[in-house]
């Protein structure tokens, strides 16, 4: 007897990993769990894990798409935002859905698109993971050719970039260049968790108009 996706429970914080799945089954589990869910989903080569995220990785996750957004408005960067969009490429049978996406150099291509396909579209020029819970780590942004990856794990920000295939940890951003990403992002997710978000937002507006 075949369990049905809907009678399987992953509880918030906790992932569920699957063996053996095939591509034509990630597109059909892809299809019932529907665009609205909670549930963030990482494939590569038969492997698939599903996650259901703690709500402070849901907050901290939009930190992280609010103070990108500040930035790149005030440099006047045309971006196109693709949230958690699934990023996948069926001939390197990969897949993942960062925390949150942009299109930056590669904004042009992807105007109007509501769905990426990287056997044909370019990968974001930066994904971000919070990685508030532990979970199976892939190596699909890798494999994918996304070329900045940012994660936030309990010990702050680390900002990994892709040179011939590999990741190197860096300590600055090519898409932010003479700005102190680390230290600025570290400062302003604990400036949230101490005052609220709304001032420590009103916090980053001042100090990037002051200093850009």
Not at 13 to 18: A, E, F, I
Not at 101 to 118: C, E, M, P, T, W
Request: a negative charge; glycine letters at 4%.
């Amino acid at each position: 007897m075949l369990l049905k996706l809907q009678q399987i429970i992953v509880k918030p914080g906790q992932q569920m990993l699957l063996k053996d799945v095939s591509w034509q089954q990630l597109e059909n589990i892809l299809e019932e769990m529907g665009e609205r869910r909670a549930a963030r989903i990482s494939y590569s080569h038969g492997w698939l894990e599903i996650m259901v995220p703690l709500p402070e990785h849901e907050k901290d996750k939009e930190i992280f798409g609010e103070l990108v957004r500040i930035l790149l408005d005030k440099l006047q960067i045309d971006f196109e935002p693709f949230g958690s969009t699934t990023l996948k490429n069926e001939l390197m049978r990969q897949a993942v859905e960062p925390d949150t996406s942009f299109y930056i150099q590669n904004q042009a291509a992807v105007i109007g698109k509501n769905r990426i396909d990287l056997t044909i579209d370019p990968p974001p020029d930066l994904a971000i993971e919070v990685d508030i819970t532990s979970r199976t780590k892939f190596d699909n942004y890798e494999i994918l050719g996304v070329p900045e990856l940012w994660r936030y794990t309990k010990q702050g920000l680390e900002i990994s970039l892709l040179q011939q295939g590999k990741y190197i940890k860096s300590q600055s951003s090519p898409n932010f260049p003479n700005i102190p990403i680390i230290e600025l992002v570290n400062e302003y997710v604990q400036q949230c968790l101490s005052i609220g978000r709304s001032q420590a937002m009103r916090n980053f507006r001042n100090w990037v108009n002051n200093n850009l």
